[in-house]
């Protein structure tokens, strides 16, 4: 069974900084592009950060210079590295990744999600 599982949310004063790290696991053969969302209530889920297995990251333009994703593909993790944060990023914060996994007829393309972390920044 693939599964994606965050962790690393929390309650932070405004300025501070939280690291999220998401896990893949199971039966994976690669993992093409790693991406972060957050959404918060009556909003649409939006891409916070994405990288890609070749290529330069790419981020939302409000948390450009204080965000950093990153990922580890020996451990099939991915990290999100946040500094300076704001009360406006308070969301729920998802993982999201597309695979190539393996099944009993070979390979197959297949996308997943995490279950969410929350981050919550106030005084």
């Known amino acids: 069974q693939v599964q994606l599982v965050e962790s690393g949310g929390g309650l932070v004063q405004p300025g501070g900084s939280l690291r999220l790290s998401c896990k893949a696991s199971g039966d994976i053969y690669s993992v093409y592009t790693f991406t972060w969302y957050r959404q918060t209530t009556g909003k649409q889920r939006e891409l916070v950060a994405s990288?890609?297995?070749?290529?330069?990251?790419d981020y939302m333009d409000s948390v450009k210079g204080r965000f950093t994703i990153s990922r580890d593909d020996a451990q099939k993790m991915v990290y999100l590295q946040m500094n300076s944060l704001k009360p406006e990023d308070t969301a729920v914060y998802y993982c999201?990744?597309?695979?190539?996994?393996?099944?009993?007829?070979?390979?197959?393309?297949?996308?997943?999600w995490g279950q969410g972390t929350q981050v919550t920044v106030s005084s």
């Open positions: 990288m890609p297995s070749s290529g330069t990251a």
């Open positions: 999201w990744a597309d695979m190539l996994i393996i099944t009993p007829d070979g390979r197959t393309a297949r996308e997943y």
